[in-house]
């Protein structure tokens, strides 16, 4: 991996890979996509590094954390939204201006149509074959934008809804209401779990 990353030439991606990897643990082919939608988004968008994102990841395993450092956008300040379609896609949208109710953004995704030029990527993209990180990353270094596919796209603002809290009549525990439940959402749960172990228990 060193080697391939030796071969990157532009300062910017080798940055953002320094930041990116200790959060991630290590350079992935999925998490080195996800550093590029970020770079496509960004040029299209025309946002500096470093601004808050709003992101929606198709998938949920290794492309959000390069989203999470490089966007700024986490699941705890809701600016990162796992819709996990199992596809290697995200929608990315700047924050909104106040009181817009729609803002502009862009969806781009790893386009197996294109990968198919790169057969090693290919490979991977597909699961045809055991292929190793590097190998697929240093295709993508070589493919740079070529392998992605995008469209910008009208985004609605989603509305703040009133927050609301009660205090479940079962447990005692508060909660934020959904709409005039009287019972938490774990309670049922927790009931069916109990029975669950009881019947497990006297057979
Ligand atoms: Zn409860």
């Known amino acids: 991996m060193e080697e391939v ?10 940055s953002q890979i320094e930041r990116v990897v200790p959060f991630h643990g290590y350079l992935s082919t999925g998490v080195f996509v996800g550093i590029q939608i970020y770079n496509i988004a960004r040029r299209r968008l025309g946002f500096p590094e470093g601004e808050r994102l709003f992101v929606t990841c198709e998938t949920s395993s290794c492309m959000p ?9 986490t699941i705890g300040n809701k600016g990162l939204r796992i ?7 995200a929608t990315i949208s700047r ?8 803002v502009n953004g862009i969806r781009i995704v790893l386009d197996p149509a294109k990968t ?4 090693r990527l290919h490979s991977w993209y597909m699961n045809i074959d055991k ?4 190998v697929a990353i240093s295709d993508l270094i ?17 509305e703040k809804p009133e927050k609301r809290t009660a205090v479940c009549q079962s447990c005692g525990e ?9 019972i938490c959402k774990s309670c049922p749960q927790r009931s069916k779990k109990s029975i669950e172990i009881c019947s497990a228990g006297i057979r």
């Open 131 to 134: 292929v190793p990180h590097e």
């Open 142 to 158: 070589r493919a740079e934008d070529g392998v992605y596919t995008w469209e910008m796209v009208d985004l609605e603002v989603p």
């Open 116 to 119: 198919a030029t790169y057969p």
């Open 174 to 182: 508060s909660f934020v209401l959904k709409a005039d439940e009287r």
């Open 5 to 14: 990353i030796r071969s990157i030439t532009d300062p910017e991606l080798l």
């Open 83 to 89: 819709e996990n379609l199992g596809k290697m896609a």
């Open 95 to 102: 924050r909104a201006p106040r009181d817009a109710k729609r």
């Open 65 to 73: 954390d390069a989203f999470q450092v490089l966007g700024g956008c």
